[in-house]
Nanobody, 115 residues
Framework: VQLQASGGGLVQAGGSLRLSCVAS????????MAWFRQAAGKQRDLVAS???????NYATFVKGRFTISRDNAKNTVYLQMNSLKPEDTAVYYC??????????WGQGTQVTVSS
């Protein structure tokens, strides 16, 4: 399975971006999809996840600002990011999980928020 993430870029604080991640396989339909981020010199953190059944979880630091969604017809997961802050600057990665044996990462997309 290949995951292609896109949508990153440079935005001013308070602005918005929408990230997309397209999966190459229809296993997407039953997969849990997640967005992680990793700032320079820091660990990779979970941002949000959405299960195959539509269950959603958010990290505390993005609640109320970011929205994760999926379109199974397009094998795509989205992350709508609003009210961006400089501390949201990071490389954002998508991840596909099915059970404990199927685990794929996308290549990452850079998000930079200027103050």
């Amino acid at each position: 399975v290949q995951l292609q993430a896109s949508g990153g870029g440079l935005v001013q604080a308070g602005g918005s971006l929408r990230l997309s991640c397209v999966a190459s396989d229809n296993i997407f339909d039953i997969a849990t999809m997640a967005w992680f981020r990793q700032a320079a010199g820091k660990q990779r953190d979970l941002v949000a996840s959405i299960s195959g059944g539509g269950g959603i979880n958010y990290a505390t630091f993005v609640k109320g600002r970011f929205t994760i969604s999926r379109d199974n017809a397009k094998n795509t997961v989205y992350l709508q990011m609003n009210s961006l802050k400089p501390e949201d600057t990071a490389v954002y990665y998508c991840r596909l999980l099915v059970g404990i044996h199927t685990d794929y990462w996308g290549q990452g997309t850079q998000v930079t928020v200027s103050s």
